[in-house]
Nanobody
Framework: QVQLVESGGGLVQAGGSLRLSCAASGRTFSRDFMGWFRQAPGKEREFVACIRWSSGSTHYADSVKGRFTISRANAKNTVYLQMNSLKPEDTAVYYC?????????????????????WGQGTQVTVSS
C-alpha cells in the first residue's frame, strides 16, 4: 500500500521559512517524479515543484522560483520542500504526490493528472 505522509506545515509570518517533508512508502519511487502541489480555499490545486527521483532534476512554478527548493533523501525515501521568503499568498494546503515516469517530457508533471498517489496534505498559513 502506497503511503505519502506530509509534515512540517504551520503558521509563519511573512518573510519566514518552513520545511515540508513527505515520507514515502509502499513502492519503489526511484523511477518516479515526486511533486508538491498546493490548494488555497476556493481555488484549484496548483503545481509548486517536482523532482525526478532518479536524476534529481527539479522544476518549479514561476510563483515560487528562487524561494522554494525541492529535494530528496534517497536513504530516507523522503522528499522535502524548503520554503523561504514566504508570502501571505503562499497560504494553502500543500500536498505531496508521486507519478510513475510515463513521459520523458518534464512539463507533463506540472499537472495533477500525471500523479497516481497523493498525501493527505499539510496546512501552511503565512500571516502578514
Amino acid at each position: 500500500q502506497v503511503q505519502l505522509v506530509e509534515s512540517g506545515g504551520g503558521l509563519v509570518q511573512a518573510g519566514g521559512s518552513l520545511r515540508l517533508s513527505c515520507a514515502a512508502s509502499g513502492r519503489t519511487f526511484s523511477r518516479d517524479f515526486m511533486g508538491w502541489f498546493r490548494q488555497a480555499p476556493g481555488k484549484e490545486r496548483e503545481f509548486v515543484a517536482c523532482i525526478r527521483w532518479s536524476s534529481g532534476s527539479t522544476h518549479y512554478a514561476d510563483s515560487v522560483k528562487g524561494r522554494f527548493t525541492i529535494s530528496r533523501a534517497n536513504a530516507k525515501n523522503t522528499v522535502y520542500l524548503q520554503m523561504n521568503s514566504l508570502k501571505p499568498e503562499d497560504t494553502a494546503v500543500y500536498y505531496c504526490a508521486a507519478a510513475p515516469e510515463r513521459s520523458g517530457y518534464s512539463g507533463a508533471y506540472y499537472y495533477t493528472t500525471a500523479y497516481d498517489y497523493w498525501g493527505q496534505g499539510t496546512q501552511v498559513t503565512v500571516s502578514s
